[in-house]
């Protein structure tokens, strides 16, 4: 049997508990994903696909439940420790990409170093070769403004790739891209899989769920994984 | 994931911080401006009132301890040479010198002076040799004073010579009322070069017998006297007993000056300060707003590098970063430009303001003194207020799950 590195365990997540706008966006979930498998948890809006999400990249704790990364469980943890296990565990490609529109996009790409101590040669050395992969080494120095959808979605991956994190979590990540680019990201996608990433992606976009890479397709309802 | 050393990260949150800055940097532009114009106008004040402060103390020094006046009729008279021997007796005074000085109008210089009467062979050999320049009289020299008239000498402030240079009077002047049948010409033997310059720079220095004459003081009479008392526990019990006997007699301690100048200072520097508080208020409350006010843009940004795995703490120091640059630059760039104004350019603007009689007062160079204490109430008055404004709303955004801020729920 494979060996989980991503557990959620029975789950929930409240958001403004004890306020007239409390909502409940994921209710009692669990699941687990083995090592270097490619996993789709599809939904529709408002199911909670992105809060199961950043509840598993350490972004938000749960009000219940547990999420446990590499057989360690984050979710209880103070937070300098969760940071330092997400920075070192967990790239995050988010569905807005979340880039700084004012930096460059090799100073995009090397944030998640900068806490971690890492000098600036190091972090250049490292962002260059992510830059050639994502074809994006022209755009060095340009600003994230300038950039093009597309563009900028390679950043995004390139950033959640810099700190050789073996777990990738990305939320919608096709939603902005045209056919073009959304053909272009799977194959990222198939290359990371196959060097052993292990990946989670939200979306209801059928060319990502039903991709012949994919493991596995989970399915969220009202907060709930249905199957 | 390589890990660098403490040094590394702190060596890459300051780098951030900088590029954080340049990067917004039209707000940090104004704010840096309002800030330095802020520590500029505070500093020039108290830099303008120490110095004041700090050369009247100087002189202060050579005050008598205590200075005995004759009051009649409310005001100050001649003092009649009889009260020397009683004020003598008194135990525990050494001696009672008599004073002889007044002010003089000097119409073709539509200004007010201080004229003292000494006995200028006294600057010959003794200490007060070392404070006169003789070499910026021209064609004079040390071995010519005593070739001149003896009782129509004189030695005069640098501002006070520098004027008289200007109406070709540098070597001798012509003191004269309209009362008078004709001029009283006195030669101008040499100028003090005391670091004194406040109290000096109006002054002439006449010997007694050509002073008296100037101030038409009667033979006997004296303006003021000095009473020196060895033993500094006794002078207001001395200046006490003076009253009493002498009820007409007014009496002024040495440390009595000394209060006066510093509340004198005092009081002008915290008018001039009062007077800018409502601009200083309206600017701290455009620095709040800049600074303190996190933008939506800030915020997301925040949201961002905690959803990259940035750290509280490491968030705060970039933020602290920051305004300890802004506001420390700000600080010393306000400092010195202060320094600068007040001492290189002689405070123009707020000179004034403080010395009061500036249009009969000749110019005078202010004595460069910033106390460190000052400084230190500079910078803390300045950086510390600015480093809560920008840290404590970066760290509410801090605190805040990086999922509530990226996702704006």
Known sequence: ?227 | MISGSWFERQKNIIDYSLQSLLRRRSKNILILIIFILLVFAVSSVLFITESLTQEMMITSNDLPDITVQRIVGGRQANVPASYIPDIEEIPGVEAVETRVWGYFYLASLQANFTIYGMDLNLLEEGEYQKIVNWKNVPDESENQILSTRPDFRMIVGQGVFELLRDIQMEKAYLFYQPTWEKPIPFDIIGTFKTETELQSNDMMILQTEGARRVLELPPDEFTDMAVYVPNPEEIDNIALKIRRYFPELRTITKAQIKNTYSSVFGWKSAFVLSSMLAAIFAFLILIWDKASGLSPEEKREIGILKAVGWDTDVLLSVKLWEGLILSGVSSLAGILLAYTYTFQLRAPGLREIFIGWSAIYPSFQLIPDADPKSLLLIITISVVPYLAVTVFPAWKAAITDPDVVIRNI
């Open chain 1, 1 to 227: 049997m494979a060996n989980p590195v991503v557990q959620a365990v029975n789950v929930t997540k409240t958001y403004n508990r004890g306020k007239p706008n409390e909502v409940t966006a994921v209710k009692h979930a669990s699941l687990k994903i083995d090592e270097g498998s490619l996993v789709v948890l599809k939904g529709p809006s408002g199911s909670g696909k992105t809060t199961l999400l950043s509840l598993i990249g350490c972004q938000t704790k749960p009000t219940r439940g547990e999420v446990i990364i590499r057989g360690k469980k984050v979710s209880k943890l103070p937070e300098k420790f969760m940071n330092q296990h997400k920075r070192r565990h967990i790239g995050f490609i988010f569905q807005h990409f979340q880039l700084i529109a004012g930096m460059s996009v090799l100073d995009n790409i090397v944030l998640p170093l900068i806490p971690e101590g890492v000098s600036p040669k190091a972090r250049n050395k490292r962002a260059d070769r992510l830059l050639e992969q994502f074809n994006l080494a022209h755009r060095r120095q340009f600003k994230i403004s300038s950039l093009s959808g597309g563009e900028q979605q390679r950043v995004a991956i390139a950033r959640a790739l810099i700190n050789n994190a073996g777990i990738l979590l990305a939320d919608e990540p096709t939603a902005h891209l045209d056919s073009k680019l959304t053909s272009d990201l799977l194959d990222y996608i198939e290359q990371l899989k196959q060097s052993g990433h292990t990946i989670l992606i939200t979306s209801h976009d059928p060319v990502i769920y039903q991709n012949p890479a994919v493991d596995r397709v989970l399915e969220m309802k009202d907060g709930q994984i249905t199957s």
